[in-house]
């Protein structure tokens, strides 16, 4: 193990007891007391689910630490005989492999039934019952509305009907990649509810220390729902090529708090702790478009523990439908001790209060007053701030880009009989081509080295005018995977991926998974961190920062570049099998914390790309579905985070989505690539496709066509067994031929990645 991985390892530990969310604590049931005997149930106490599964978990790891063992190893006074029994199932039992692909885990796995006079007998020698119920999803595995998915099995209730009939407390571990059922819990009255999500190699460690007293401080960043048909995105989430997103912009909390709170279990940003604070507002101050507040967080009670302050923010009447309540800022305590306070400032500019309004394509916010509410959770009302703006304000204008073609109805409100629609704006398909890059024209062919760029002697324009088409053309093709161009076991090269191209001293960069974790192919070991719901339960975007300047350190150990992550697509619905990797449900969590990311890995002069753009909500069909949602939901919504992430941290890489987005694969998509996210957000860096994904219109989507990939402002098709010999048979060559794609369209993109390039590491390994 090297030392780089030691420092991920700790830094893992610490984020992972983080990340963990306390949901009941009946009679301070936690932490466990000196002595207390307890009895560990459930197979994932051993057969511990430390990660998602497909791309963004296979982490090749040293070691994997898990629930029982790290509780024997503290010192817990644990049942011997029920450990030895649960040893002996899991070895006897080992999970089936589901036909051994890297996504095909099973999603719940078989427990043994156990009998009412066993647990009779195990009561009799124990205090307290831990059960551990596991669950697993991925890349290309979606979860489901049924007993071993989204609800329990016939054993796992049959065992919790036991324990809570024999022991005196019961405490549920929820070891799990999304939300799961969680109804059941009050019906038995179980003591302690945490979820403990997939928290990498370091995980039971981590439910080690929480149990045993390290203050849980995890909120929710998604919305517990009583049932699964609570969502909006239920009905018929699994159906079909053509996803309608008919909730709109009512996703998660922006749902269930303006239109249906009774319907919530947990509430979005709910999370106890093992001591009381007090959170009050020292100064409110709006000046210049920013809004500065101070927070002081007071721990009243009797044990050390952190907190997290909240700003939520309640809009005035609008003209358009608006949730009720949406969150603006956050910010979290370090460890306070009891009677300790701290002063917490925090500050955001005017615009996270602003709408989009699709009737005339502009971001504005309305004259009235606004609530503003530092809270525990989206429910906590206690400390609130008013503030008035006087007039209406249009804060950006846009144009209307990336709009649906086809009408279909949204969401607009409830009323007694139940939720309202509305036809959403549509606007005819066209395929705008303005503006067009301009060719770099140099006189003379005399080529130059990629080092002159770096050292300002001559320009990027012309570094790439003298360049080939055929060049060109092998820049915008990355190569994959395993490429021996670079490390082996990585998922892609890209830059000097042919003789030509290494002579003019391009190196070849090196991009791997990503992003719980390196992920090598050829089985090389790397630390497999906590999942990114996870972390970014812990609210803490330091500790976020921390984890990815950890994994930029292992990159740099490995001559990786780039990693292929974090992910950061929305939580639109609890059963898509990619929601581990991503973050939230809400905009503002997955943009902060997708720009901590991209802020901790930049301190090892290393990248990150974010994944996947946009709307990817449903791994079923992933690669020929087709999103249609209205331009303000994309906007407000599923592009948010990159918005933000662009405002907090200027991201160098971005990865396209398998799906398509209104009609056209993501990896072609004009009008968001280079309409919204280059054009209104300002983002300059360098943009991809996913792996093999399909490109132009949904409807007859081909891997082929590199030049409707060009044209639309992404610059690099991922990935090309030879880059040189065109192994993937893509157009671009006939395409400058026949005059649908220009010369400077594709220097354009070859410029966008040797920028990158010359950002990376690879270009002092090259020398
Ligand atoms: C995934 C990406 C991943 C890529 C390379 C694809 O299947 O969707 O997220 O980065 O593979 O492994």
Redesign the pocket.
Known sequence: MTDAMRKTASTARKAAAEGIVMLENKNGALPLKRGEKIAIFGRCQIDYNAGGT???GSVHTEYQSDILSALENSGASVNRALADFYRNWVSKNPPSDGGGMWASRPLFREEPELDDGFVRKTAESSDTAVMVIGRSAG?EQDSFFGKGGWLLTDTELNTLKALRGYFKKVIVLLNVPAVIDTSWAGELKIDALLYIWQGGQEGGEAVADVLCGVSPSGRLTDTIAKNYSDYPSSAGYDEGDKIYYKEDIFVGYRYFESFCPEKVLYPFGFGLSYTEFKISCRSAVISGGEIRLKAAVRNMGKMPGKEVVQVYAEPPECPLPRPKITLAEFAKTHILSPGEEQELEIKFPLSRLSYYDDRDACYRVDKGVYRLVLAKNVRDRSVVVRFELYKDEVLRRCRSLAAPTEAFERLCGFDENGPLYEKTPVKKAERRRENLPAEVIRPGKKKFMLHDVREGNISINEFVAPLSNKDLACICRGE??NSKHVRPGT??AFGGVSRGLSKLGIPAAAGT??PSGL?FDNGDKATLVPIGTMLACSWNKKLIFDIYRRIGGEMRENGVDLL??P?FNIHRNPLCGRNFEYFSEDPYVSGAAAASALNGLRTKHVCGTL??IAANNREKGRKTSDSILSERALREIYLKPLEYAVELSKPEAI?TA?NAVNGEMCGSNYEMLTGIIRGEYGFSGMIMT??WAGLGRASSPSRRDSAAMLRAGCDIY?VHKSPKTNSGADNTLAALKDGSLTRGELQQAAKNILRLVMKLPCVERGK
Do not use: N, P
């Open positions: 497909g791309s963004g890349e994959g995977m998922g892609t998974d990503g992920r292929l992550g992910g994944k996947h990865m398998y996913d792996w991922m």
